[in-house]
């Protein structure tokens, strides 16, 4: 089966500008979640949706925020870039987002700020 | 702030070496805790959701066991081969409803042929 789709690999923007990101989870999964990796940084919780709400967000600023359609997709939008904003993004998905189940995630877009 | 820590940071063995890393995280706070493999350029791999104390699991040469009470988890990798080369991140669960993972920042296994 397909697995977690992330669109674009890779995207260089500039600072000031706004930029948005896909997740296309495994068909099945309800619960999408994106967390952000910059360097010497372990993965960092951003938000989780589930049937289109969004459950839980973690300790970002208010330019980064997200989305979640009715075929589960998703999308997070970071406006006003900063240079920090630059960083691996991951998207994951999963049945219930409980963390009994497991997660699948993507491979990521690597965002460039320059 | 939930704090798991990993160690070592780092590790390089031998080709055909046995080696473990550790997972540390609050007791207190448990609900599920995953084990992910993470090769350069790819996406992160599951290895084990883990939800019981005392809970052992294995998959092929890799093995990892849960102590709840204590707050601690290993992942075991038995006659390590170069493929095994990779991070390997520990993620805690505190929670059914809060719906994320709190990360370690993993251990990079370098396995030398």
């Excluded at chain 1, 990101?21 to 967390?35: K, T």
């Excluded at chain 1, 970071?78 to 920090?84: A, F, H, I, K, R």
């Excluded at chain 2, 390089?12 to 992910?36: I, K, M, R």
Aim: hydrophobic share 30%; aromatic share 12%.
């Amino acid at each position: 089966k397909a697995g977690v789709t992330q669109t674009p690999r890779y995207l260089i923007k500039t600072r000031g500008q706004q930029v948005t990101l896909s997740c296309s989870p495994i068909s099945g999964h309800r619960s999408v979640s994106w967390y952000q990796q910059t360097p010497g940084q372990g993965l960092q919780f951003l938000f989780e949706y589930f049937s289109e709400t969004q459950r839980n967000k973690g300790n970002f600023p208010g330019r980064f925020s997200g989305r979640q359609f009715s075929n589960s997709r998703s999308e997070m939008n970071v406006s006003t870039l900063e240079l920090g904003d630059s960083a691996l993004y991951l998207c994951a998905s999963s049945l219930g987002g409980t963390g009994l189940y497991g997660y699948t995630f993507g491979s990521g877009t690597r965002l460039t700020v320059v | 702030i939930l704090n798991v820590e990993q160690s070592p940071q780092s590790l390089h063995v031998q080709e055909g070496d046995s080696t473990n890393f550790t997972c540390s995280f609050p007791s207190s706070n448990f609900y599920a805790l995953h084990w992910y493999r993470w090769e350069t350029a790819k996406s992160p791999e599951a290895l084990f959701v883990m939800t019981l104390n005392g809970d052992e699991k294995k998959k092929g040469r890799i093995s990892a066991t849960l102590n709840t009470k204590e707050g601690y988890s290993y992942l075991y990798i038995k006659g390590s081969q170069p493929e095994d080369s990779a991070t390997y991140l520990c993620a805690l669960n505190s929670g059914g409803s809060n719906y994320k993972l709190t990360f370690g920042k993993g251990t990079l296994l370098t396995v030398n042929p």
